[in-house]
């Protein structure tokens, strides 16, 4: 190219990436913690599931995660089935352990239709989009099902522990792998195309507990692992186990680490963010109250997780038994009332929390729309906006006069943006029962700014700006 062309050229920013990924990232770091490959394996994947440019051949990406167990391998994988479908539980799981057998590798293609576990072309007709299809774990009705409530139509397969599967299962998905597709025991052909495959190893674990001489949680070890001989110990496993024909359709090796106390801490404030979202969902118009988690209480569930193993699974289990059953019965029992602040705490010496109750001294402006603009709670207010609802969503739900619509908060501050973001599209989906088609974020400068698309009527749309007096709402229009 020539020196004239090259000095007219505008140089292009590609490290950029879009809104919607950038909403993603931000996602997908918030729940998977401590686990930098996964974040740059999940951002590939989510850009490729959305690239207009891939290899339509075969499935979007293939993943392996490697690690100790409960760090996060399969977590990763309902983590993206969350953001796409709005729903942890749109995966399909396998359990390598369950295809030990060259018999149970058959079971998973089917039997055709004149054998025991097979379908009639009439019986595979009347299957309901919920009903379980027999035949496959992996049939296309059964892939579909997973993800019955969502207007995306990708597919997540977390298979765990692959490396314990018979060889025919390996060979199974390697074809899979490389088609993007598989041909069932009754013929049918299930396209995986538009698949996101998760696949979770423990390979070389053994060999790293070896070299630490110590095992793998929070015991004193002799020697700490570093990520450059955990990488080294899973490459050499990786090669030892698998050909270089399976290894080549990878799209990504990831390693997970064992959680330090650092990353259990921030895990336990984002289980302490979720539990806050449902105590909002669970509440009536009237009854909200601001529940505050003491740094102090933190420490203690951390500590007592710790205690009994350090792992994921086991802080989860701490933190229903010492704080969300004591709320639970707290909310039950009628000692907290609207307005009112529940702070939650602990006391040196003593094997449980404690919990206290400021009257009056709540802020619920974030969560009680009613009281954020003064109005009054009486049960008419409550049945006169049920009312409304139930016919606005009855509406919807009849599929007439649906159109797209931008909601829209814009604030000064990133930190109150992004709670009144989460209450927002908690009651988009909860109370409005409405699906999120799209998202976008700015948070780079004030004004930050969150804006979701839904489609819905123009009745719902009303009812969601009455209700909620700092949000825009607009109907988009459409191009062209």
Not at 90 to 98: F, I, N, R
Not at 216 to 231: M, Q, S, V
């Amino acid at each position: 190219m020539s020196t004239t062309k090259k000095s007219k050229m505008i140089l292009l920013d590609t490290e950029q990436v879009s809104p919607r990924t950038e909403a993603f990232i931000e996602y997908f770091g918030s729940r998977v913690i401590g686990q930098p490959q996964a974040n740059a394996m999940a951002q590939m994947i989510f850009e490729r599931s959305n690239s207009r440019l891939r290899n339509k051949k075969q499935p979007i990406a293939v993943c392996v995660a490697i690690g100790p167990s409960r760090t996060g391998k399969s977590y990763s994988g309902k983590v993206i089935a969350g953001f796409i479908h709005n729903d942890e539980d749109a995966v399909t799981v396998l359990e390598g352990a369950d295809y030990v057998e060259k018999h149970q590798v058959l079971d998973l293609k089917g039997a055709p239709p004149t054998y025991v576990g097979g379908l009639s072309a009439k019986e595979k007709a009347e299957l309901k989009p919920e009903d379980t299809d027999p035949r496959s774990r992996i049939s296309t009705h059964n892939l579909r099902r997973v993800r019955l409530n969502s207007k995306s139509d990708i597919n997540v397969v977390i298979i765990n522990e692959f490396e314990k599967a018979h060889h025919d299962f390996y060979k199974f998905w390697m074809g899979v792998f490389d088609n993007g597709s598989a041909v069932l025991g009754d013929g049918e052909i299930v396209d995986f195309t538009n698949t996101i495959f998760i696949l979770t190893m423990n390979l070389g674990m053994d060999e790293v507990e070896r070299l630490e001489e110590g095992g793998i949680g929070f015991i004193d070890r002799k020697h700490k692992a570093t990520p450059e001989e955990i990488e080294g110990i899973v490459t050499k496993a990786m090669k030892q186990l698998y050909k270089k024909e399976f290894r080549n359709r990878l799209d990504a090796v990831v390693v997970f680490k064992q959680h330090t106390r650092e990353d259990l801490l921030g895990i336990v404030d984002t289980e302490l963010s979720l539990i806050q979202r449902r105590k909002e969902g669970a509440l009536e118009v009237g009854e909200a109250f601001e529940l505050e988690v003491e740094a102090s209480a933190r420490k203690f569930l951390l500590d007592t997780a710790m205690a009994d193993g350090g792992s994921v699974a086991e802080l989860k289990r701490v933190i229903e038994k010492h704080l969300v059953t004591l709320v639970d019965r707290v909310m039950d029992n009628g000692l907290v009332d609207c307005g009112d602040k529940l702070v939650v705490f602990h006391t040196e010496g003593k094997d449980k929390l404690s919990f206290g109750l400021l009257k009056g001294e709540g802020d619920v402006a974030e969560v009680d729309r009613m009281a954020q603009r003064g109005e009054s709670h009486s049960k008419g207010d409550a049945a006169s906006f049920q009312r409304r609802l139930h016919a606005a969503t009855r509406a919807h739900k009849s599929g007439d006069n649906l159109a797209a619509y931008a909601v829209t908060l814009v604030s000064d501050s990133a930190e109150k943006l992004g709670r009144a973001a989460i209450a927002l599209q908690h009651d988009l989906k909860e109370v409005y029962e409405l699906t999120i088609v799209n998202q976008f974020l700015q948070m780079s400068e004030a004004p930050f700014m969150v804006s979701v698309t839904v489609r819905t009527t123009p009745e719902m749309a009303a009812l969601i700006a009455e209700n909620n007096p700092k949000v825009q709402v607009v109907k988009k229009e459409r191009k062209g």
